[in-house]
Structures are given as structure tokens and as C-alpha cells.
Nanobody, 124 residues
Framework: QVQLVESGGGLVQAGGSLRLSCAPS????????TGWFRQAAGKEREFVAN????????IYADSVQGRFTISRDKAENTMSLQMNNLKPEDTAVYYC?????????????????WGQGIQVTVSS
């Protein structure tokens, strides 16, 4: 069982930046993918970005491509999401997730482990 804890959320003005971090409770194993999803009020949870723990391959949602950067530090066993040029439509609860599988791993059901979520609010 892997527990995930997010940190770094908060309130920022449009155009600003935030950095989210995700700390797993145990060492990530080769083959796992870690990612970020978000859920705005009244909407479905949607994929944001993911990264393969071993190879570092990354996938981004079109809506954040070029603004967000996902990374992982294998030595520190942490994963981060750097969010730049934030927009009001980025306002949501952001969730860290981890799971084993092949393919793009962009679906919610691809992930077995989830964090509690952290609020990101972007004011206009």
C-alpha cells in the first residue's frame, strides 16, 4: 500500500506560479507511473500530467502543455508539478496518483493510489 501526501497548494493571482509536491510513503519501484489529476467544482476529475518513475517519460494534457512541468527526484523519492502562468481555469483540487501499468496512463482508473488532494486557487 502506497500513501501519497501532497503539499504546496494555495492562492495565487493569474500569471503567477505554484509548485506542488507529492511524497510517497514508501520507495517508488521501477515501472510505476506517477501523475497529477485535478477536479474543479462540479466537474469530473481530469488528467494533468504524468511521469514514468524509471525512464522519466512525461505526458501532459493539452490544457497545461508549455505551462506545467512534472518532475521526479528518485533520490529524494518525491514528485513535483511546477505550474507557471496560472489561469483562473486552473483552479481545482489537485491530486497526486501512482499506479502500475503500460500505455499512456492518462485515465483515472489507471491509478491505484491517490493522495487526499490539495487546493489550488487562481484569482483573476
Amino acid at each position: 500500500q502506497v500513501q501519497l501526501v501532497e503539499s504546496g497548494g494555495g492562492l495565487v493571482q493569474a500569471g503567477g506560479s505554484l509548485r506542488l509536491s507529492c511524497a510517497p510513503s514508501s520507495r517508488m519501484l521501477a515501472g510505476i507511473a506517477t501523475g497529477w489529476f485535478r477536479q474543479a467544482a462540479g466537474k469530473e476529475r481530469e488528467f494533468v500530467a504524468n511521469i514514468r518513475w524509471n525512464g522519466g517519460n512525461k505526458i501532459y494534457a493539452d490544457s497545461v502543455q508549455g505551462r506545467f512541468t512534472i518532475s521526479r527526484d528518485k533520490a529524494e523519492n518525491t514528485m513535483s508539478l511546477q505550474m507557471n502562468n496560472l489561469k483562473p481555469e486552473d483552479t481545482a483540487v489537485y491530486y497526486c496518483a501512482a499506479g502500475y501499468g503500460s500505455g499512456s496512463m492518462t485515465r483515472r482508473l489507471d491509478y491505484a493510489y491517490w493522495g487526499q488532494g490539495i487546493q489550488v486557487t487562481v484569482s483573476s
